[in-house]
């Protein structure tokens, strides 16, 4: 007699990759499990990728036995039983985990009352800056830098670790939040102005291209205005407190443009770039290195997220470290704690199986399968 629940056959692969393939598995894996050792059928609503927690526990629960040189937490029963915090925050060697990208940033000045553009005073949501591909916010950005083509991405978003798995689904633009780019939220307050003559700021880019961009507008302001080659110094105090005469100088154009650069590259290069760039000056370069941004993308690849299914939550409900955080090494992922009040085991939170936020097969790695169906109502036949 047969148990309640079960059945006497199972399908066979065949009858799964007529449709579709499913990429190989772990290589330990010898000889790998049947499609449906771990998607089983006839399971009511349940999609037949929600894999039981058991599958996934048949390896992880004793990954030493097969992988005794694994990096990975070798006992893993469940999201509730024996895993770990996530990679990022783990420290290392007794040494806290920290962001390595270089630029400038402190969380908790921006979450307050700030001056804004034209100086008023605005409140900044997270969603100013940070917000998915999809929707993006403008209220603070500034156009001729979205117009601009500007610096490289990959010089300031490096590609993310090769062993990402992509999820068989097609993407939204709303799942993972967009990279922060100077255009899209910050020009609008960050200016780089550079000289009281003009009102726009230097291209945000590489050194040598802003050099390029001083040289050229100085140069075709002193042809429009010849006379100012006379420049006067204004008065001061020599040590016995007496007043200077005004003294005049009358430089060449050539001359005025090259003191002109040299004081607004002062400017930007010690006070506004310094304030969110790491700066190096080579002795064989006049002009100075710009660390790369380093900024990451994705702070866990080995799970996937979707920020649009918690599109209810308020940002700082789980990234509550942002509003205090003062430091740019700051990560400010929230930590499993965070996700366990919500997803755990029970009727009244959301799900936590481990294919909740896992993805097993490499759909990057998969290989298309030869269609051998056609729907009955272009049949031509009996």
């Known amino acids: 007699m047969r148990q309640a629940g079960t059945f006497s056959a199972k399908a066979d692969d065949s009858a799964c990759l007529a449709c579709h393939d499913g990429p190989a598995h772990h290589p330990s894996q010898v000889p790998a499990p049947g499609c449906a050792a771990c998607h089983t059928e006839h399971r009511g609503a349940a999609n037949l990728s929600a894999v039981r927690d058991q599958a996934c526990a048949g390896c992880h629960a004793d990954l030493k036995s097969s992988h005794p040189d694994t990096r990975f937490l070798a006992q893993i029963n469940s999201f509730e039983k024996g895993h770990p915090d996530f990679a990022a925050l783990r420290s290392a060697a007794g040494i806290p985990a920290s962001d390595r990208a270089t630029i400038k940033l402190n969380h908790a000045i921006h979450m307050k009352p700030i001056r804004g553009p034209n100086g008023a005073l605005v409140n900044l949501e997270c969603g100013n800056c940070h917000r998915p591909t999809a929707a993006p916010d403008l209220t603070y950005s500034g156009a001729k830098y979205r117009a601009a083509a500007g610096y490289q991405d990959d010089d300031e978003f490096p590609a993310g670790t090769s062993e990402s798995l992509k999820p068989p689904r097609p993407v939204s633009g709303r799942e993972l939040m ?133 599109r209810g939550f308020s940002c700082v409900s789980c990234h509550a470290k942002a509003l205090t955080s003062t430091e740019s090494s700051d990560i400010l992922l929230p930590g499993i704690a965070t996700c366990k009040t919500c997803h755990a085991p029970g009727p009244a939170h959301a799900d936590s199986r481990c294919s909740e936020c896992h993805t097993y097969h490499d759909w990057s790695n998969r290989k298309e399968v030869a269609p051998k169906f056609t729907l009955p109502a272009l049949r031509t036949g009996p």
């Open 178 to 310: 967009a990279p922060v780019k100077f255009a899209n939220a910050c020009s609008a307050c960050h200016l780089l102005t550079f000289d009281k003559r003009f009102d726009e700021g230097v291209p945000h880019d590489k050194p040598e291209i802003g050099h390029a961009f001083l040289i050229n507008k100085f140069q075709q302001y002193i042809a429009a205005h010849p006379a100012e080659v006379r420049v006067p110094r204004d008065p001061g105090r020599d040590l016995s407190g007496k007043p200077l005469p005004p003294q005049v100088r009358v430089l060449t154009p050539g001359q005025w443009v090259a003191e002109r650069t040299a004081d607004a590259e002062e400017l930007l290069w010690r006070k506004t770039c310094k304030q969110c760039h790491a700066l190096t000056t080579l002795p064989s370069s006049e002009l100075p290195q710009v660390a790369a941004a380093s900024i990451r993308k994705q702070w866990m690849p080995h799970a996937k997220f979707d920020h649009n299914a918690h």
